[in-house]
């Protein structure tokens, strides 16, 4: 049965407007995605396959172009428009960071590094720059590869935040493995990092390692 013939209440459209989309689940929220169906196959039905073919909704979102078209019902165009919903929502992050202290809404700035990190199969080595009350000013990735005190310029970091005019960093990058503890290299780039930029008056207010489903703030466990 197609599912503009479903009662008002279970069709997803209607039950997101009705009841947010919280209210939804994973094949829910995909159908109003791709808005079709196949020939024999509704949206939702599509979607629930779509689910079990990639193990998880997180790795469709998450898969690269060449997967993701192969897929029956997707293609170029669904790629891209869903590409350009996920960085909607990274950007909607960003702004609401932006609007506030970084300090004071540890959640937010959490969940925007895990939007921007997360994904990546490599490590990857970031800073937020921030003025003197702790706005956010800009998100920069520095460097990518193995983070140690090879691959992490000290330089190249302070060059970017006297660029941005930063009065204060938080630094932050990813483990792939998703296990967010800090290594040895971790803690040591950390304190190089910190003693380097107060030489030009820049404090270090954090370092957050992002996993899989976790972070770890470094000044939460004491480590600056």
Not at 7 to 18: M, N, S, V
């Amino acid at each position: 049965m197609a599912i503009n013939h479903w009662p008002a209440h279970e069709r997803p459209r209607e039950k997101l407007l009705q009841r947010g989309p919280g209210a939804l689940s994973d094949a829910e929220l995909l159908a109003i995605f791709l808005r079709t169906g196949v020939t024999g196959k509704t949206a939702v039905d599509l979607a629930r396959e779509l689910l079990e073919d990639f193990g998880s909704l997180r790795a469709l979102l998450e898969a690269d172009l060449n997967q993701f078209c192969r897929a029956p019902g997707l293609g170029l165009a669904k790629y891209a428009q869903l590409q350009a919903c996920l960085e909607m929502g990274r950007r909607h992050l960003e702004a609401t960071l932006k609007r506030g202290d970084a300090l004071t809404d540890p959640i937010t700035t959490q969940r925007y590094l895990v939007a921007r990190l997360r994904a990546y199969p490599f490590e990857v080595f970031s800073c937020l720059f921030l003025d003197n009350r702790h706005r956010v000013l800009a998100f920069e990735e520095l460097f990518r590869g193995t983070i140690d005190g090879a691959s992490v310029h000290p330089r190249e970091v302070i060059k970017r935040a006297l660029a941005h005019n930063a009065a204060a960093v938080i630094l932050a990058h990813n483990h792939p493995s998703g296990v967010a503890e800090p290594s040895r290299a971790d803690e040591l780039i950390t304190q190089r990092l910190k003693e380097t930029l107060a030489l030009v008056d820049i404090r270090v207010l954090d370092h957050i390692i992002v996993g899989d489903g976790e972070t770890l703030s470094f000044a939460e466990r004491g480590l600056l």
